[in-house]
Each structure stands twice: as structure tokens, then as C-alpha cells.
């Protein structure tokens, strides 16, 4: 099954399969189902990572989460987590 | 995994748990491999006992440690070994163990391929009984592959075969990658490196730098094919190979052993990279405090890479192939592919070499294969 496209107007969450530990420059994720590894580098988009589920759609986490010059930047990270199914749409 | 240079000091400054946390289960094993890391064959007295390795799984779980690398000795010759892995994934720790297969009956196969959160590693060091059981003894061969049929008919999806490179099964990786595809299994390869009962046999069972660049070539042209970031020290050729491209020992990398000794890494069972023991207060302090891995954790000078072009790919390469064929930490690597470990090393003297502190090798080598 490919992985659901990024598109900030669905819900996403962070994949139920993922591991995420917290390090000095942002966090690690596993993801025990295709054993991908991931570096995120900022405390910004790790929060943002945790609290997605929390959120209708991504563009709302994004707008409440996040301050308005670093949005586009989020969204890209955002949709590379997405193609490595880190977060899924749920 | 891929890692720009910026994320790559971090990584060599630590962690805050392992990446990659090797367990070595038992010294026991009813094998005598030639390269055995670990010198194993008879079982310590002194070995983690059940309540304490079910404890250690319980703390490495708080901190959160993704997967456990779980190998020994034999790891299945452990009686509680079912109940130490479930263990380990009923807590969200992957699995992934290293077997001979000797163990691995159709009764065992399907309940493994009955949990989630593992993976098993079958390994060979050849595609065929004659190249294979050389290296790891008479009848090895077919007991793994019995056990590799048995995963199989059990519906275990994606089990690995593992090999580790010498100069024979190095001609051999076009018949290895059809066999793991045979059986819908992934090919896992390891970089034969001279430690445990490796330090005698690696003079004569390393790949010659021409067969290290075919290797190399054909890694690049597969990035499908598992090397457990292996062979780092032959990304000078061309492309960086997948992985993160650095020695991680102490760093994201460290081993516990079955006494419940640390080392830096699985590769250095030696008392100069041993940082402590998990008995008195756990993992976590040994893997956060211990003054080996500070020393470790400090930027390193690339010494006398310092003028090679290509220290970004490489690093210098493997601390353990340096430590244990008597070269510096700050020496290129004996295999540097532009010759530099080799001119080392011919100014070095054998004799002199460092020998693993612990062996645990039978005094007598085992006859027929049972
Ligand atoms: S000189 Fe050092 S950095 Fe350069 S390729 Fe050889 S081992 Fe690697
Ligand atoms: S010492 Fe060698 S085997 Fe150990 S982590 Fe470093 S490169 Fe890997």
C-alpha cells in the first residue's frame, strides 16, 4: 500500500506503529512496521508531531501550533514523515 | 537512515539511549565459527539470570530503546530465551536475533512467526555446505537451511539471511541474494572484522581491496541489501553507502554481554572498551555517565586521515578493525580503501596485537554436528 499523499486539509496523526524519544536536538522516531529511522531536528516539529492527533486537519495544527514564517517549512516536514508513514491520515 | 554532516556531530556527541543496543544473550553455542566475535562456546557461571534480564528489558524499554539486536553465543540455548523476547515485544522493544539455526524446529519457527516487533537473522558464510561450513563447521550449513525451510513454511515474511564477508563468499553474493530471495528472505551482509576468535583468522579471511571494490560496486547498485551500516569504510570509492557512515561505538552503538558487561560496541570485548556493568545500577547509568564513553562521545581528531580527501565518507572507519590489528584510534583503517591501513599496518607487528581479555572458547573443538 503506498502512503497517503501529504494533504495539510485531512486529519493526520502520528502512526500508532511509531516510537518517538525525545533527544538534545529534537527527537528520534522508529517505525517498527517498515523499520524506518528519523531524525527530527527541531523541539518545534516534535511537538507538533505528538499533538497532530489532536487536530481536525494538519492546516490546523499548523496554524495553531506554529508561527506563521516557519508554516511552509512544517508542511514540508510534515509531508516527508507522510511518505515515510511515520503519520498516517486517521 | 542517511545523515548530513551537521546531524552527524550531534549523533557522535550521544543520545540519550542507543540506536543500535546489541545483547549478547549467552556465551554458549554449539557451534565453533572460526570468526566468532565473542569467542563463545561454553556458558558463563555468571550470566544474567532470568528475573535480572527481564528487569534489564523493563529499563531499556523506559528509555525507550527502539530495537534490541539479540545474538551470543546461541541465544536460543537459553531456556528462558522465549520468555526474555516476548518480554522485550510485549513492551514495544523490537527484536531482531541472530541465530545459527541449529535450534530453530518447525514448533519454534511458528511462534515466532507468530509475534510482532521481530526479526530473525539466520546466518551462513556461504552459499553452499563446502564454502560455508569451513567457517562455522561440519553439518552448519544444512541446519540452517533446515531452519531457514522451517520460517518459511510457518509464513514468517522477510526473515534475513545473514553472511559475513570473507574472500570466499565474497564470489558468492550474486548466489546468496537468489538464495534470500528464494525464500522471500531479505540478504543481510557483515564486514568480517578481526575480533574474538576473528583476530586469527581475519589475515587470511579478509576480501583483498580488489574484491572490497567489486563489493562496494555491487552494494551501490542494491541499496535492497541490509549492512547494518558495515561497510562505511568503503564509501571513498564512490557513493556513501546507505547508513549512517560513522563509527558508532559508545555513540549509537554500544553491546551488553551476558554477565551484563558494556562495551562500546559487539566488536570490542576488551577491557579498554568495556564501560561498566549493569548490575549495580542498571543500563542507563553505565550508557550515560561512564568515562569510556565521554572519552568517546569527545570530538575526535581525524589524525592521520587529517590530508585524505575523503574523511567526511568514512571517518577513519572501524575503531575495532584499528584496535585489534595494533593500529591508533586516530590510524586509518586497516582496509582504508586508498592502501593507507595497509602501510600501516606493515610497520606494525603481529605479535603484538591485542588479544580479546575474555574467551570463552571450548578447549577442544566439536566433533559431528548433532
Ligand atoms: S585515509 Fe582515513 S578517511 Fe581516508 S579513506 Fe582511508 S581510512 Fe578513510
Ligand atoms: S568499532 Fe567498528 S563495528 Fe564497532 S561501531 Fe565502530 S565501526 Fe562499527
Redesign the pocket.
Known sequence: MAPDAFDPARPWRLSPEVSLRDEPFGALAYHHGNRRLVFLRSTGLVALVRRLGEFATAADALGDLVAPSERDRYARALATLAAGELIGVG | MSAESGLRDRLEGGLSAPICLTWELTYACNLACTHCLSSSGRRDPDELTTAEALALVDELAAMRVFYLNVGGGEPMIRRDFFDIVEHAVERRVGVKFSTNGTRLDAAAARRLAGMDYLDVQVSIDGADAATSDPVRGAGSYAAARRAMDHLAEAGFAGFKVSVVVTRDSVEQLDALEALALSYGAELRLARLRPSGRGVAVWDALRPTAAQNRRLHAWLVERPHVLTGDSFF?LS?LGEPLEGLNLCGAGRVVCLIDPVGDVYACPFVIHDRFRAGNVRPGGFGPVWRESALFSELRAPASPGA?AS?G??DA????CLAAKFFTGLEASD??PE???G??ERKLATTRVELRPTPSIDHSRAVALGRLR
Open positions: 569504510h571513498p586521515c585524505c575523503s574523511y568514512c571517518r577513519g572507519g586509518p583503517d582504508c580503501v586508498f593507507h591501513g
